[in-house]
């Protein structure tokens, strides 16, 4: 026996957020556009122009928010752009994406009905680089707003008579970089700027996300904590209840952005040998200190926690695939892609405590997507399936976990072999996710967790392959999925399982 797991049940502390199961869709290459949106007059099945089969594949994840338009294009998107008859909608260049011709035909109503479609929660993005205070508000109030006012007039003009709940609005994006390469100290004046005029309107509560930092920018983290929201105690006689809701924090959220990737080299997702994948782990594996180190500084200011550190860009970002738009950012998805999103989630899922929500970019033919699209075909990823397996983490209360775990050797590196974590539903169910990353060694472990017996009830399914690289391609779309995992021996108070080399597994105890 190698390797002993221990789940302690009655540490229970924190909930795992649904939303770090979200995900994102930009005005990026053919994710907006053939992904999604192929147009009401598309022999591609579609309602109102949005394709049914993603609809269908995506409410298999039960996928809990859509963050929307970008992104960089956030930053260079007016929204009135994209509203009205769409044959009268201006034409713009897609400046950050490959240059190309945006025209506008998915817009505010597209991206809220397929919210509605998809069952989801919108996240939508505000332009602070090159977008004005007013231009936000009065997104906010076309959005949300149910009396009489201009925006809510206009709205209805286009055909929606009630206004939508909107929960999640981004107050700009990377605007360190394409958001308009500001330094931290003149954002946090922006941020507060922009968001006091993002308001609560006709009883719609909105969660403010500021732009937080890239990777390990502590002193973005810092600034933002200390300046982006006003901690000082309300003057008494200036409160008005209902009027002026002093007591909610300025500042709900604040992002952060890592890619597993390498910028001196992206390299190729489906072409790669061992010292790669153990380079990929390495990689994904580092956000842990970060996440970490930002939470550390988030504690400083706010040790209630009440402020959420949202991931929300992450996933892998390799070189495209050959043939097609360098600007498009278009990738295949292997084994290793599959390991990686496990990795991550189980890192989110056991720093639940501080992290809100986390949106994998992109999903569908962007970057580490769920879904690959070509025509009127579609293939779900190896990614796809480890959010459809990890879905049962959503909403449950994690679970405290002590592993020992054995080392994965690369070179003269080395990596702990087995990444975990676990959680109870609403139901009593514990369900633990396991990643072995060693892509050569099975590995023998442990479960030790209180009240398992020979009569509990275990159910599992892994995702392996024989290659590294192994991926579904549009002839053969099923190469790569879960199947049933039974490779396990009951005793009083715990469970041994042999954990294939390079695999994902999930197991439902009962
Ligand atoms: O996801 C692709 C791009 O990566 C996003 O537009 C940007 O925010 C990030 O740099």
Redesign the pocket.
């Known amino acids: 026996m190698s390797s002993i797991i221990s789940i302690d049940k009655h540490g229970a502390k924190y909930t795992i957020s649904r939303h770090i199961y979200g995900h994102?869709a930009?005005h990026?290459g053919r994710c907006i556009y053939e992904g999604i949106w192929v147009g009401e007059d598309s022999s591609i099945p579609n309602t109102r122009g949005i394709r049914n089969d993603i609809v269908i594949a995506l409410r298999n994840l039960n996928i809990p928010n859509l963050r929307w338009p970008?992104?960089?294009?956030?930053d260079e998107y007016h929204w009135k752009d994209g509203i009205g008859p769409r044959e009268q909608r201006p034409t713009i260049v897609n400046t950050?994406?490959g240059k190309v011709t945006e025209n506008n035909h998915f817009g505010t109503h597209e991206f809220m009905d397929l919210c509605e479609q998809l069952d989801t929660e919108p996240y939508i993005c505000g332009n602070v680089g090159s977008g004005t205070v007013q231009e936000m508000q009065e997104w906010v109030e076309y959005l949300t707003f149910n009396g009489e006012s201009p925006m809510a007039k206009l709205r209805r003009e286009n055909g929606r008579e009630k206004p939508w709940e909107l929960k999640y609005f981004g107050i700009g994006?990377?605007n360190w970089?394409?958001?308009g390469k500001m330094r931290v100290e003149h954002y946090a004046d922006k941020y507060r700027n922009y968001q006091t005029y993002v308001k609560d309107l006709s009883g719609n509560e909105i969660y403010k996300i500021a732009c937080g930092p890239q990777e390990a920018d502590y002193h973005w983290m810092e600034v933002m904590m200390r300046e982006g929201m006003d901690r000082t105690e309300p003057v008494q006689d200036a409160i008005i209840e209902n009027i002026w809701d002093y007591h909610r924090p300025e500042m709900n959220g604040i992002s952060l952005?890592y890619?597993t990737r390498n910028r001196t080299n992206y390299g190729s997702a489906t072409k790669f040998n061992e010292e790669l994948w153990f380079d990929y782990m390495k990689r994904t594996m580092k956000i842990e200190g970060i996440i970490k180190n930002h939470a550390e500084i988030m504690d400083k200011y706010d040790p209630e926690k009440t402020v959420g550190l949202i991931i929300d860009?992450w996933g892998t970002?390799f070189g495209v695939e050959p043939g097609t738009n360098p600007g498009f950012?278009y990738q295949q998805n292997t084994l290793r892609d599959a390991l990686i999103a496990g990795i991550n989630l189980n890192i989110f899922n056991n720093h639940c405590d501080r992290i809100h929500m986390a949106n994998i970019?992109?999903v569908i033919n962007?970057?580490q997507a769920m879904i690959l699209t070509e025509g009127e075909k579609m293939i779900l990823t190896p990614s796809y399936h480890v959010f459809e397996m990890y879905k049962v983490h959503q909403g449950a209360t994690l679970l405290p976990i002590y592993v020992s775990s054995p080392f994965y050797c690369y070179g003269k590196e080395r990596l702990p072999r087995l990444n975990v974590s676990a959680s109870q539903d609403e139901t009593g169910k514990i369900h633990i996710s396991l990643c072995n990353i060693d892509p050569n060694c099975t590995e023998e472990t442990k479960i030790e967790l209180e009240g398992l017996n020979l009569n509990s009830f275990i159910e599992g399914r892994i995702l392996t392959a024989t290659a590294m690289n192994e991926h579904n391609t549009f002839d053969e779309p099923e190469k790569i999925k879960p199947t049933a995992f039974g490779n396990y021996e009951l005793g009083e108070g715990f469970l041994k399982i042999s954990l294939p080399s390079k695999s994902v597994v999930v197991l439902e105890i009962n």
């Open positions: 994102f930009e990026l970008g992104g960089c294009f956030a950050n994406w994006n990377e970089g394409c958001g952005h890619y860009e970002w950012l970019a992109q962007v970057l």
